[in-house]
Nanobody, 116 residues
Framework: QVQLVESGGGLVQAGGSLRLSCAASIRPFNNYAMGWFRQAPGKQRERVATITSAYITNYADSVKGRFTISRDNAKNTVYLQMNSLKPEDTAVYYC??????????WGHGTQVTVSS
């Protein structure tokens, strides 16, 4: 089975925090780069954060200093800690995996809504 399942989305007020989790059934999980993407209605999909198999991280400028991506290989799980949330963070958030350079394994997404 090859599957990514996101969880942790929901409704929060501006300034609040949320932690997203992505449970991966892919093997070997350790060899995959993992990432979080988001898409708001009528807008292009945006890369939010990535973490490689070597634990190198990268963030979109819009979330730097507020979001943190991490992974726990023993649990086959990747996380996205989101702090100081803003209304413009509202989107469907997707977890994805890349065995090499392309993200080819995708979850179905979880809704994050930030009210103001």
């Amino acid at each position: 089975q090859v599957q990514l399942v996101e969880s942790g989305g929901g409704l929060v007020q501006a300034g609040g925090s949320l932690r997203l989790s992505c449970a991966a059934s892919i093997r070997p999980f350790n060899n995959y780069a993992m990432g979080w993407f988001r898409q708001a209605p009528g807008k292009q999909r945006e890369r939010v954060a990535t973490i490689t198999s070597a634990y190198i991280t990268n963030y979109a400028d819009s979330v730097k200093g507020r979001f943190t991506i991490s992974r726990d290989n023993a649990k086959n799980t990747v996380y996205l800690q989101m702090n100081s949330l803003k209304p413009e963070d509202t989107a469907v958030y997707y977890c994805a995996g890349a065995p090499r350079t392309l993200f080819i394994v995708w979850g179905h997404g979880t809704q994050v809504t930030v009210s103001s």
